[in-house]
Each structure stands twice: as C-alpha cells, then as structure tokens.
C-alpha cells in the first residue's frame, strides 16, 4: 500500500485514504477538435514501466486533487505537487533526472 | 507403526492429556501437541486423499510447509476446511474430519482416478473437454464441478470475531528463530521500536531441535537468555502465532495473528490482522526442506527428514519403527542421530553424495548406523503405508541392488532458505550453486519510497544455514535496520556458535539419475496437486517453457500450500528438460499471504451492521414505525411502499399511486443529492457542466438539467435552481449526490483551477418533502399566508415559504405529472414539518408513498431515471432529450464526444414506449429480437426494455425501452422473446402513457 504526501493538507496518507485519477497533465480537447486529437485526450494514456505522472485525490482527506511523480517498477516517489500546474515542476524533474537521467514525458521539453 | 515415546518430547506436557475426535473417532493427544504429532502418536498416517488421483496422503512436514494433512476443523459456525495439522494447536475437545474421499478415508471411490493416471496426464482438462460439445454442459462440467475443491465449504455463518489492529514500528521482525530473536535483540539494544512476530506457539524455531553451542552454551539456553532478554526492553512487542502474511508497498506489512485458535474458550477476537507500516522489515524467516524425488515418494510414512526428527525432539512422536533415512546433505545426518539417540532403529542412511557426508556422518557411523554412499531410493515400497525401499546406486538407471524394510522413510533434498516475503514486493533472488537454493539477492531488495531499501533477510532466510554464520547475519541485519531508522547500535560482538563442518550437498533432482518413464510416473514434485516428474517433462515438451506456463499447465504449485514443497524441485525438473540452467528458468511469482489466512481476518470488524455506515434521513424513524419496506438506495434506506394491514407490496404500490392521482401523497425526498455552487464564475461552470444552459437561470427559477461526461454519455439529472446573482441549488439522483461533487471538483481542481466557483454538498444539511396530488395546494395553504396560486407560484420556480413558523424553501417542480411542491426545510426540522403535513393531509385521504410509487408516476409520465434508461453508454440524444442539449453552448463536458459517428448513428437505439398487445407487464431487461440472425447465428436484437410496471392508473402494464430507431417507429408491433419460449407482441407508443399535455402539474 503505497503512501503519498498530500501537498496541501501535509499529511502523509495511507493509499487508502487516496483515489487514483490516472494520467496527469492531459490536455483537454473540445468540440472544435479533429477525432485524432480527441481520441488521445480520451483515450490515450502513457502506461511506463517506470516513472509516471499522476493524479491523485486525498478523497478521504482534505479532498484536494494533487500530482505525484513515482516509478512504477520500484515504487519510489520522486514528489508530489499541486494539481493546478500543467507541467511537473523543477523540482521534481530534477528529482526525476537524478535517478533517471533520460526521463522523457511525451512532447515536454 | 507410528508411537508415542515413554518419555520426551520439549514441547509437551504429560501430566496434560487432552482427547480429541478425527472422523468422530476418539483419540488422545497431550498439551503441547499439534493435531499432526496426535495424530501420528495414534498410529494416524493416512489423514487425506489427494486432489486428483485420490492417492493415499501422509504427513510430510511439521509445519506451514505441510501440503497433505488438510482437515476440516470444528462444526456449524465454527467450521472451517483446509487447515493445516501440523499448524492446529491441539486443545481439549478438538473435532477434525479429514477431506476429499467418499465414502470413506480408508476406501475411496474416487482412487480409481490413480489407475487412470495414464489418461490423465497435465493439462488434461484443457484436452479433454473440448468435444463433443454438448458433453460440456451434462457431463464434464458437473464431473468437474464435484471434484473441485479438496475441503468442504461451511454451510453457516462465521460465529467468531475478528479485528484489524494498527502498528507502526522502526523495525518490524518477522521469525522468532533463533535469527529472528538475535536480530530483534540487535535492533531493541538500540532503543528503536522492535516488533517480533513467530507464526508458531514458539520461539526459537528449529535450533533448539537441531542443537548446537552458543558462546559456550547450548543453543537453547542461548535462546531462552535472548528470550529473557527481549521480554525486559519496552521498545520490543512480541508476538506468538502471530505470521507475517505479506509485504507490501512502502513497507507495510500484513500480520496475521491466531489468537484464540488453540483456545476456543478464552473469549475475544478468533483473529487479528495486523497492519504493520515498519520502517523496516527483516525477514527471518527460515528455511524449507526439500523432498527428494523418487519412485512412491508420497506413499505415507515418507516424510521430510527434519519432520520426523521434530516430531521426536519435540513431541516424543516416532514416525516409524524403523527408518531409513536418505539424503543428498549432511543435515539428513540429524535425523538418523537424533532416533539413535532416541532408541531408534536406523537401518541406514542413503547418501547420494559418492563421498559421503563430513562430521555428522562420522558421528551417525560411531554410532552404528550403516551408511550407503553413492546411493539411491529406486523405489519406495507400500500402499498406504510404506514397507520398506529398493536401494540402488544414484548414477545409475535403478536396479536394485536390495530391498530395506522400514516404516519410514525421512529424506532430505536440502533446504530451501523462505524468500516468499522478500519477493512479495520486488525483491530479487540469486542462484547459490554451492548450496543448490535460490537465496535473496541483498543488491536488490524491495524498494521504498524514498528507493531504499526496506527488507533485510536474516539468517537461514538469507541462505546462512550454518548455525554461527546465520547469527552472525542476524545480527548485523538487526543493527543495520535499526540504524537505518535513526539509532546508534552499540559496539560488540556477534554471538560466537561453534561449526558443524559440514560436507557440501548435491544438487539431487531425481533419485536415480537414470530413472526411466516408469520410475518418474511415481515420482511425486506436488503432492496435493498430483503432479509428477514426467508431468511437467511433458509440458516442457508440450512447448510449456516458460515456468509459468509451466505451472498452470500441471498445476504444479497452485496447491493451498502454493508449492512450498514443490517449487524448486518442479523448476529444477523443467530446466533439465529445457536442457538450461535453474537460474534460467527462474522461480514463479511469489504472492501474498504466505499460508492462507482466515476472510473473517480480513474483514475485521467490517460486517453486519458494522460493514457499512446507515444514511437515515430525518424522517427515517417514522418510516420505520409505518410499515415501510426498506429499498436500500446507495447506503440510504428508503421506504419502497408502506404496508398497511394485510396488504402485499403490490396492493400497497397500487393504493399509493391511485391516491397521488386523485389526491394528495407525501414522499421523502430528503436523499435527493444537494449540491450548491457559488462564486463569479458559477453560471459559466455550470454551463460546462450541463448540456443545457444555467448561466440564464432566472432567479427564482428552477430548470432540469442532465450532465454528461466526456464521452457525452448521460451521468446523472436533476433540477437547478437559481437561488441567487451567484448562487444556483443543483439537485442530482439520491445516488449521485457524492460522486457528482466529485465529478464538480475533479474539473475545478484540474481543469478551470482559475474559475472563481466553490461546491459544497449539502444533501444531509436539508429535509425535503415531496407534496403531490391534486390536492397540494390546498395542504399547505392550511400552513400558510403565502401567496401559493398558479400566479403568484407558477410550476418550475421556487420560494421562501413559511410553513406554521417553519421557513422552508419550496419548489414547485414534478417527477409525477402532478401538481406537486418539494417543501425542504432544515434537517433539523424535518421531522416536525413532516407530522404537521401528514396531520394536515389527512382531510384529503392522502397517504406516504414509497420508490416504487414514484417509479411507476414517472414511468407513466415517461420520465427518465438514470440507471434505468441509462447504463453508462446512453446519450441525451437517445432518449429524445435533444430539447435539454444546448445548441448555442461553444463547449461543455460531453459535447465532442457525442459528435462521434457512432454516437450520432441514425440507427442507434432511442427511447419509447411500449405496450403489450395483451396489457400484461413485461419483463425487466427483456430483448426484442427480429427473425433476422448475426453473424453467429443469433436472432437479432433490436431493443431492451429499461422500465417496466403496471399502471394502476391506466389499469395495465407499461414500459419504456431503447428501440433501434424507435421515435420512428410508433405504431409498429415488435416481438420480445420470453425465457419460456413464448413471444410477446409489443406495440411502439409514445413514452408519455398519461396526461401527455401536461395538464396536471400545470395548474
């Protein structure tokens, strides 16, 4: 059972107290949107052995959205950060890097 | 036979005789035993029958590992099957029945299967059952289904209790061996918070069994000192019969504890779950012996050779007269000293290794016992029981060079360190040549969070099955997890034990190293799954390579014992017949628990009326005390119908509905979801959140609303309204009410962080009753001087009432087509505004009504209910809703995914009504098919029904459903097949059955 740290509220919770919200960082794509690029935002999601960005809500809890960036393959947590940002922050790329020096995220520079 | 010795036994207590029944039969045990070393004491070998040949089964084992002696335990509530003997405390008064045999243990219908082996090789199910087809239905799959599953399931509720306890801890230490104990000991020295939980009733694991000297005194004395000690320090829990079930991610950990299994009357939780988060977790879990393989090696009377040696040392048991010991290591040597030291007969040890054993084998040869180097068990002789074994020389093909009588046969294939909880969450095993084991690999353990390491193995655990070398492992494990926490261990030394010098194993696979077909098909690897040697030697030729394949081809492993015996020696097996080596093979996935544990463990206190919380509106108490029928709706209860007098539920549904058409009828409508959203920017996120606009809301005014989610399936309905400038009332479906927050939340957190817009779901701050019929108005005229005409209070606005004092906020909404005010009030005063209305409502015959009333008034209406015509691929557009889809809206959730060509398809199933020829009432989820057939020759479908009732009203039965094409379809008479083979003819309506002007709710 993992455990991540509610940004917000500080709280280190138990993944119990935590829903899984899938992929982080998805841009939403509307009704003008050509079907190649609503079909991504829909359906399309990165599924790394390694690390991931997520989203995760603190449902029992402070009931925040938050992001957490962890390695699928050995658990660890690189961080966690706000939920109101469309990329992962500084910080936590360089958390990201230094144990994964080549880390990509889809077209993120 | 198997006996009880005059005296010893370390465990027992013989001034302490406790009688116990097995197949109702009578038999007597001493406190201490396990149920497998009574029943061994009473000549009891044959305690169960395998899964699929129905082979006779011993015991093998003295503990988790055991695969064969599986009893059912107790009786009624208290029943329980698959239980291990060697793992059953034996108390005063114990009941077990042995399982899988009919009709009896002793004869065996069902063994006949053993004499079928020829035909029923691995994967025989998969080959078998394939043709002719209709054989599956009436022949294999009842014969399948009776013989699965070896225990029988219990027939009543679970009597006992069960609770989850919460830890957490610096070091949490799993064995109470004598490495568990050290490293605990190691670690509690330095102040940190130390767990220890022993899956037994005892510390100190196999040492004291298998002696030894510790700076300078016995291994025993040495373990009762550590013992003492640990008891002393307050930073260390202890813990017997408490197993470490599985590690899990970031350092939890699943305990198991059985607390009153050996003591049924001491009261309290039966088992405890212990959920442990340790900053880290040592492993000191052991080692497993290893079975040999040879021809009749599951005949009872072969045991593992440190069972029968701690069924001696420890409960005064021999498990034969005369044993024979074969081994391939020196620790075979223990057992033949230990039944010499006992007065025991040995007729020899049978060593594989051509140079023999080192110092244990010169201390069994001063004491007499013949050794035979270089030699083989060809063939173990019996039924059910062995008689004796054909010995012949290990490099060869098996010819017999002679035959030994013996009643026992302990065998040793080396041992195999417990890597089950190091491997559970990732962590990583090497091959060890030398010692023929796969040990932990301590460069790559089960990570943290932070991408530590957070599982140390310790001791026989770690491969260290040297008595000094393992407490030197501990040790350090037990410093270095406690520094690893934030203490400082002191300097000193390990423990110093003295070595055995022992001579190195031979990896022995297959005993003899020539055996031919005949030898190997009573070569047992799994012994409660049946599978052999020449089993899995077919699924590797089979093209079953990979180990895992391997492994549900034969089912070898899949046992409840989960291969703990067969693991090794069945991936040894498949390597040599892949012609590459073990590592390359490599081992199954190790999962948790580590033994089975109990269901009630892991529902704890989560049952009965404790399983989830009741949601009671205002009102609930009065329902109850008014012959409600209780519908549960999400964890609401709501009153389907109220019974009166001798009424069934249908007379009662029909007497509800009748009195809100033609009077009045109150309902509780206090669940309907509540959600408010406030701020600047409320209107623009409400317009994405509905497919219809609610930023041009009046104020005062309600609208209905439907939202959608992105794929632009329907999600939840409901009426808004706008209570003020930036303040809108959204109501949603009793179900909804939180995950419709949610769906809220999710977009403004993640999406529109930067609207200006809160929610807060206020579904329980109020009562709300629903005041329907004809006759409303004139109710709550009599509660107030407010101007309720049609004028002044026209349908679908809202206002703030007074009510006998009560200021109540009420809506002049419908769900029924009549005339109708949702009155909500505090919830506070709920209760109180709902007995003034009913007293009030009395003068117009008026009655409570309950969800199936409701339904059949919005049925009639042709109303839709999500989850009824909606299942999650249901668009607006098919239920002809288009007039609450916004065509001016830019945008909102749903809006492109309803675009799709699919989701646009003229021929997509829209909805109608429907009415049967004959008046009669459909069935729910019924079909309409056409003669027309698919492509696999199945009649077409063409339509579901989504609602169904009759109509008290209309005096028939009407439904709505999903036709392809429906609207365009009115007047048109479909076929529903039903399931007794008739047909009912169903003529396409309008699905507004009554008052379709809607003159009723407008006056």
Redesign the interface.
Known sequence: ???LKCPYCGVMA??TELSA?GEAHLK????Q?S?ED?EG??FARENPKGVHVE?W?H?NGC???FHAAR?TL????FGTYS??VTAPPQDIRDAIRA?HPDWRWRDMA | MSTRLATGGRLIDHAAPMTFTFNGKEMQGYAGDTLASALLANDRMLVGRSFKYHRPRGIMASGAEEPNALVGLGRDGQFEPNQRATTTELFDGLESTSQNHWPSLDHDIGAVNQYLGRVLPAGFYYKMFLYPRAFWKHVYEPFIRHSAGLGKAPQDRDADSYEHFHVHVDVLVIGGGIAGLQAACAAGRTGAKVLLIEQTAHWGGRAPVDGGVVDGISVDAFTQNLIAELDAMENVTMRLRTMGAGVYDHGYVLGYERRTDHAPDMGGPRHRLWRIRAARTITATGAIERPLSFSGNDIPGVMLASAVRDYAVNFGVAVGDRTLVVTNNDDGYRTAIALKNLGLDVPAVIDARPAGGGALAQEAASLGIRIETGKAVAKALGGKRITGAAVCAQAGTGSVDEEIECDCIAMSGGWSPVVHLWSHCGGKLIWDADHAFFRPDPARPPLGAEGQGVVMAAGSANGALDLAIALADADYAGRKAAEATGYRPKRGRPPEAEQAGEAPILPVWQMPEGADQTLRAKTWLDFQNDVKVTDVQLAAREGFESVEHTKRYTTLGMATDQGKLSNINGLAVLSEALGQAIPATGTTTFRPPYTPISMGAIAGEARGDLFQPLRRTPMHEWHEANGAEWEPVGQWRRPYCYIQGDETPADAVTREVTAVRQSLGLLDASTLGKIIVKGPDAGQFLDMMYTNMMSNLGIGKCRYGLMCNENGFLIDDGVVARIDADTWLCHTTTGGADHIHAHMEEWLQTEWWDWQVYTANVTEQWAQIAVVGPNARNLLEKFTDDDLSAEAFPFMTWKDVTLNSVRARVFRISFSGELSYEVATPAGMGRAVWNELLAGAEEFGATTYGTEALHVLRAEKGFIMIGDETDGTVTPQDLCLNWAVSKKKHDFIGKRGQQRSHLCDPKRWRLVGLQTLDGSVLPDGAYAATQARNANGQRKTIGRVTSTYYSPTLKRGIAMGLVENGPQRMGEVIDFPMLDGTVQQVRIVDPVQYDKAGEKQNV
């Open positions: 059972m993992l455990m138990d993944e919200g939403r794509f509307g009704p949107s079907a609503f935002y829909l989203r809500r449902v009931g925040k959205w390695c050995t658990l660890e947590v939920a109101q144990k």
